[in-house]
């Protein structure tokens, strides 16, 4: 397992630094953030953000996200060059030593929360989802802090009516489409694609959603077979699906699970959940026999803590403040340390 933290560049309130001084965190997740979705990373922004992590002896070697433009998604015209721009960013993150992308295949919206600040008894607080309140929001005039990218209202209507009456197997189909677009690259590169699941993983504002559970995945590897056509088993998104059975999920993905995003959710409702604290009896998700499910079944991939509260005092960017990620990273650190050593007998 190599852990991992998130970096949001240069315009992240967390230096790189102080990353480094998180005892498991060997690299960060990070991005290039002043490119237009679309058009290609060049190796001297890539280069950049490289060098100023080798200075604080961080790997970089993993990316969240190169973000699909909706062209692609659609099915539109333009995708052709959109995914040839996307190959072209792949070789050159290949040739910069990163191994995975995280990336994402949810139309117009990423993840949804309904309230960034819900405050739990012991006074920090963390990200909510209530499905009423959801379908009371406006989806013509919605952006989250935290988002690769968000659109102006203006983009937002038209996207909206883009979608309307897309299905889901032609979202599915555009998927597969953009995939085998961009394979070549990332078997010639060495680059494993990681796709992160629909969070929550259900359809949104009539909006199909398609990666939300073991049907998906089954499906999208019977389509694109190649072992660089893999997962980013995100626990919180996967878990809100009450159908999901994640230690089983953990145990039979592993193989195609390049990347881990290891956060856990407290259900809170039929479709509601609130973000906790990492450990297992802190919430709903069994993080222990998920981690052991991975590790025995040969996952050897990133692993990142994800979403955490705000502690101490610090109001970071909702989900990634600096406290309770570096909390989760330590905690994860030491189930896979003593789930590792077990496997191997010592
Ligand atoms: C949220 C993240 C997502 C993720 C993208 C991947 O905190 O897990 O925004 O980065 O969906 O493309």
New binding site residues.
């Given amino acids: 397992m190599k852990m991992t933290f ?1 970096w949001y560049g240069e315009g992240d309130s967390i230096p790189l630094s102080y990353i480094r001084q998180i005892p498991a965190v060997e690299g960060v997740v990070t991005a290039v953030y002043d490119v237009p979705v679309g058009e290609v990373w060049s190796m001297a922004k890539i280069g950049r953000l490289k060098s100023l992590c080798q200075a604080e002896h961080l790997t970089f070697e993993v990316i ?2 190169v ?1 699909v433009h909706e062209d692609i998604k659609l099915g539109r015209p333009t995708r052709d060059r959109l995914i040839a721009n996307y190959a072209e960013t792949v070789r050159n993150l290949g040739k910069a030593g990163v191994k995975c992308i ?3 295949f ?1 139309p117009v919206f ?2 949804l929360r309904t309230n960034l600040h819900t405050v739990a008894p012991d006074g920090s607080n963390s990200l909510s989802y209530n499905h009423e309140e959801l379908m009371r929001l406006d989806p013509h005039d919605l952006r989250l802090p ?3 990218e968000s659109y102006t209202p203006a983009e937002l209507r038209g996207l909206l009516d883009a979608y309307s009456g897309m299905t889901h197997d032609a979202l599915f189909e555009n998927l597969v489409y953009f995939l085998r677009g961009i394979m070549p690259a990332c078997v010639e590169s060495g680059v494993n694609m990681a796709i ?1 699941p629909d ?1 929550p993983p259900w359809d949104m504002f009539g909006l199909p959603r398609i990666i939300t559970g073991m049907e998906s995945y089954r499906r999208l590897f019977a389509a694109v077979p190649e072992r660089q056509n893999g997962i ?1 088993f ?1 626990t919180g ?1 996967l878990g809100a699906g009450r159908e999901n059975r994640l230690v089983a999920m953990a145990g039979e993905l592993a193989p195609r699970i390049h990347f881990a ?1 290891l956060r856990q959710i407290t259900l809170t409702g039929e479709l509601d959940f609130c973000e906790s604290g990492h450990m297992t009896e802190k919430g709903s998700l069994d993080m222990y026999g998920i981690v052991k499910a991975l590790v025995e079944n040969g996952f050897d991939g990133y692993v990142r803590p ?2 955490g509260r705000n502690i101490w005092g610090e109001d970071g960017k909702p ?2 403040g600096l406290y309770d990620r570096a909390l989760g990273a330590m905690y994860l650190a030491g189930l896979f340390e003593a789930v590792e050593k077990t496997k191997k007998g010592a």
Avoid: K, L, V
Wanted: glycine residues 8%.
């Fill in positions: 998130r969240e996200s973000p995280c990336y994402n949810m990423d993840w935290g988002w690769d992160h969070d980013t995100c998104s995003h994800d979403h989900g990634y």
